[in-house]
């Protein structure tokens, strides 16, 4: 155990901002050809003789896991004063299989270029000790490691989701997080404001509805996800429910302000059912009442038919599809996944009532098919975005869940590309930054020492 606080800990966010620059990515990659998937580690230091190679490749033991999302056991939320366990490290990368409702814990210690497993969590243990399966998102939080999942108890597919909790030292599973869920049934992200006490949690669907593809009817039927959820951090008890309307379908990752004395944050929809649209939502503290507000809207592009994949052609349209946003450490600028389009856009939200378009790549896209600027062809679109601390680099993949993957592209391949940030807005991708995976399909990253989206902070920034 570290006798300090581990050093990539920061009490605020504009302090993390000034932390050393990241060596390493940790790339989770999935198989759908029989073979196991994989946490790839990617050399991104430019001064590295390894520059853009995966120096190891950690295969998992089994197959069919689908990794998703992941995370670490432990962040800067370790300095708030109430913290249980101040000296534990950034160490280990929590690593769920989202198809499987494995978890496998890994070291990064000794070695960070070698991340090895130390303990697998099997499906039917994670099932029995919290009542929940599909394990999803990870943070840290101030009672132990938070991880979201999609499904209950079972292998069947059926809901209510939720948030369980496995203890910062242990390792072991705590059991489920939620004291009086109310009306919450699905389930997604989470995140929190921790200085008011308060947990968000959004919605997507059970996996019965997400795990063999988009279910057309049920979008056009309103039957995913379409509200938010307001918690209280303390009681676990739920507070109050915000409904987007059934028309937004799949309401997804959640980005709060990074400064705890904010009380605002930003939500994507995936899809808008009466015009292919997709949103970005506001949610806001007005009095005692959490609110929200539409402050973005991305209409779709018009696409000839056969330009479109099978579930659209119909429409004769490419919608966004709103799969993932990240905020900067400053709160300055959201990145939008428009894993539809092929687009990732660049807001300043400085104000996040009335965000600004400043910047905007193109790769991939469901009738565009734009190739990277190195010339490699892209399937796929952004997805999975990651940002660097000081806010200057934006890393992205291209896999949204295998499923899905091929209801909308034929023969994808996976990737994983950078593009560099202007400080005054505008963003250009890296045109010899493009790793190209192959079979082995790209989603979430995380960046050695924490990324933008890996820490929560108890302490505001100075003004």
Not at 24 to 35: D, E, F, I, R, S
Request: hydrophobic share 35%; glycine share 8%; aromatic share 10%.
């Amino acid at each position: 155990m570290a006798l300090t606080a581990d050093k990539t800990f920061y009490p605020t966010a504009k302090m993390a901002m000034d932390a050393p620059k990241e060596e390493l990515a940790y790339v989770a990659t999935l198989n759908v050809k029989g073979k196991p998937d994989s946490l790839c580690t990617v050399d991104v230091n430019p001064e590295s003789s390894s520059y853009l190679n995966t120096v190891s490749e950690l295969v998992l033991p089994n197959i069919g896991d689908e990794l998703h999302h992941f995370g670490w056991n432990a962040c800067s939320a370790h300095l708030c004063p109430y913290a249980p366990h101040p000296d534990v490290e950034r160490r280990y990368l929590l690593v769920p299989g989202l198809r499987s409702s494995r978890m496998y814990i890994i070291d990064t210690k000794d070695n960070p270029k070698e991340p090895k497993i130390i303990k697998t969590i099997e499906p039917e243990e994670l099932m029995e000790k919290t009542g929940y399966s599909r394990p999803h998102t990870i943070h840290c939080g101030p009672e132990g490691i938070y991880v979201s999942a999609l499904g209950g108890g079972t292998k069947s597919g059926e809901g209510p989701g939720g948030i369980f909790l496995i203890d910062h030292e242990t390792l072991e599973i705590k059991g489920q997080w939620e004291n009086d869920r109310g009306p919450q049934f699905y389930a997604y992200d989470f995140w929190w404001h921790l200085g008011h006490d308060r947990v968000v949690t959004s919605e997507w669907a059970t996996p019965d509805l997400f795990e063999n593809g988009l279910n057309l009817e049920a979008a056009v039927g309103g039957r995913y996800g379409h509200k938010i959820h307001i918690w209280d951090l303390k009681s676990h008890n739920h507070l109050q429910e915000l409904d987007l309307g059934k028309e937004n379908q799949m309401v997804l990752e959640l980005r709060p302000s990074k400064n705890p004395k904010n009380t605002y944050g930003f939500v994507g929809v995936v899809v808008n059912t009466q015009d292919l649209s997709a949103s970005i939502w506001t949610w806001y503290l007005e009095k005692d009442q959490w609110k929200i507000k539409k402050t973005i809207t991305i209409p779709a592009q018009p696409a000839a038919a056969e330009d479109l994949p099978a579930p659209l052609k119909q429409f004769g349209a490419a919608p966004p599809l709103i799969t993932d946003i990240n905020l900067s450490l400053d709160d300055k600028f959201l990145y939008v996944s428009c894993w539809g389009t092929g687009e990732l856009h660049q807001y300043d939200v400085s104000d996040p009532f009335s965000p600004k378009l400043v910047g905007m790549v193109e790769i991939g896209g469901v009738a565009k098919k734009k190739a990277h600027p190195s010339g490699a062809p892209a399937t796929g679109g952004p997805q999975m975005v990651e940002v660097s601390r000081d806010g200057k680099r934006v890393y992205f993949t291209n896999s949204l869940y295998s499923s899905w993957d091929d209801q909308f592209y034929d023969d994808i391949k996976g990737w994983f590309v950078k593009a560099d940030v202007n400080p005054n807005g505008g963003i250009e991708l890296d045109k010899n930054f493009f790793m190209d995976f192959g079979d082995q399909r790209t989603h979430q990253v995380r960046l050695q020492g924490g990324d933008s989206s890996s820490d929560s902070f108890c302490f505001p920034n100075e003004d």
